[in-house]
């Protein structure tokens, strides 16, 4: 019995719970990227469902739902229809392995609960196996509508993922060799015992990560898959009601995903400021129920409002300056930081 | 009993997939079907405990090779392939060299019959499950094995400064 609570029920339980938290938060960024739009360009945005329009999600999802559902005559039927669910689910599936919270969180009627649904030993390579795997939703998706601009923008994808994702494994290695270990638990308890986050050690993996994060997740200013100006929506052009709002969750989920890999390897996870130092009132921020999540979800919304405002301030990159970006610059300074730091590491501790 | 029926689940789809693979008439539809045979092997290194592998067989094969398959399967003109022949009817030749390569692999079966008996109970060795899979593969890769994954990666530069070479625009002078 209690094997079935501990491996069964618990681990249900908390899946759906992230499952619905991060569908919920995927429905507020859609608000608030419209509401950081508008006050970057001194607007009010949607002001008119519900008070101060914060109903406005709800009116969009209702909407997306009644559409009509268009297949081009032309298109694939089959690969039409799975390539948002690619898109999707790895975009989901990698929550199972983020750490909300140490491993040690609380305890019901004797069940001992942790913060996250589970912690593999190689939860890093997991998490980028995984999201790596949504891109072929993209690609099949504009192949699929047979439709020019939506195999432009999917092309664009690929030559795109393909350059980013090499910089971004280049730039978490860093991180990989101060802790020791893959496992994302291990990490955020590796920068514990440190005493301080790895950003301070890692500024430049930190700031390669976050850059190739935006370019893997197709937003601005790395958005050229979708490129409205030039590509009508991209890879999507041809998507209409509940397939469109698909991808579009997968986009935003990604963008959680990426805020809380930065969070987690960079930033300390669910550690507070100083997350060594003890004082009267540092230890009282510690005894707050559910501490670690509020540090945890304070950090990630900080990333995921640096994402709003980089799309609304920074224009596009040229797809000749994408390339020359991610194989000139990023990525041979990421292998410079991992030479670096290995370096370092070896000199310092032998 | 669990980890049986994962092995056999994985191993279906991964063959039905496979057969998919080379049967199918649209060429999109093979790059599909050969994404569900990649999981699916993962998914039998998953069941034997080699998570680490499992992690790099997607990474590598679904999110490298697999994207880079699609994107050159995008550049041709699908629809023409779709009418073409598939097969090209040498049914004699390819009868041949089936039946050789049968007789290979069943030869090879043979002279290793023993090894497949398996213990009743497989356990993972005590210390994969201490140090962790990732180290361990690390280990192996850095000492016992040092020269043939040096030897690999040195085919793998070899291969890039080739592809480099190829792909340049040759200025005036050279030629």
Known sequence: ?350 | MLELILFYTFGTIAVVSAILVITRHNVVHSAAFLGATLFAVAGIFLTLQAEFLAGVQVIVYVGGILVLFVFVIMLIAVERSVHERQYNRQRTIALITSAILIVEIAYGLYRGRDSLILPSIVTPPAAAAAVGNSEQVGTALYTSYLLPFEIASILLLVAIVGAVVLAKKRTPAEE
């Open chain 1, 1 to 350: 019995m209690d094997f079935a609570i501990d491996y069964i029920l618990i681990p249900f339980i908390k899946i759906f719970i992230v499952f619905n938290v991060v569908a919920g938060v995927v429905a507020l960024l859609t608000l608030a990227e419209r509401k950081v739009a508008a006050w970057i360009q001194v607007r009010l945005g949607p002001m008119r469902v519900g008070p101060y329009g914060i109903l406005q999600p709800l009116a969009d999802g209702l909407k997306l739902m009644l559409k009509e559902d268009i297949v081009p005559a032309g298109a694939d039927k089959w690969i039409f229809t799975l390539a948002p669910v690619i898109s999707l689910v790895p975009a989901f599936i990698v929550f199972a392995v983020i750490p909300f919270g140490p491993a040690d969180g609380f305890t019901i009627l004797g069940h001992k609960i942790s913060y996250f649904i589970t912690d593999l030993n190689i939860g890093v390579l997991y998490v980028l196996s995984i999201s790596s795997v949504g891109i072929i939703g993209i690609i099949l998706g504009g192949w699929a509508s047979n439709s020019k601009y939506p195999l432009l923008g999917a092309l664009r994808s690929a030559a795109q993922m393909v350059s980013y994702e090499v910089a971004l494994g280049f730039s978490i290695i860093g991180v990989l060799i101060l802790a020791g270990s893959l496992s994302l638990v291990k990490i955020v308890e590796a920068q514990k015992a440190a005493g301080f986050w790895y950003v301070f050690l890692q500024p430049v993996g930190f700031i390669l990560f976050f850059a190739c994060g935006i370019a893997e997740t197709n937003r601005a200013p790395f958005d050229l898959p979708e490129a409205e100006s030039e590509l009508v929506a991209g890879f999507h052009t041809e998507y209409s009601g509940f397939r469109f709002s698909l991808y579009f969750l997968a986009e935003y989920a990604s963008m959680i995903v990426v805020s809380c890999m930065a969070v987690t390897l960079f930033w300390g996870g669910w550690l507070r400021p100083f997350p060594s130092v003890h004082s009267v009132v540092l230890d009282f921020l510690d005894a707050i129920p559910l501490a670690p999540l509020f540090w945890f979800a304070a950090k990630v919304v900080v990333f995921i409002y640096a994402y709003l405002w980089f799309r609304w301030t920074w224009p596009r990159y040229r797809y000749d300056q994408l390339m020359k970006v991610g194989w000139q610059w990023l990525l041979p300074l990421a292998m410079a930081n991992v030479i670096v730091t290995a370096v370092l590491v070896l000199l310092l501790k032998g």
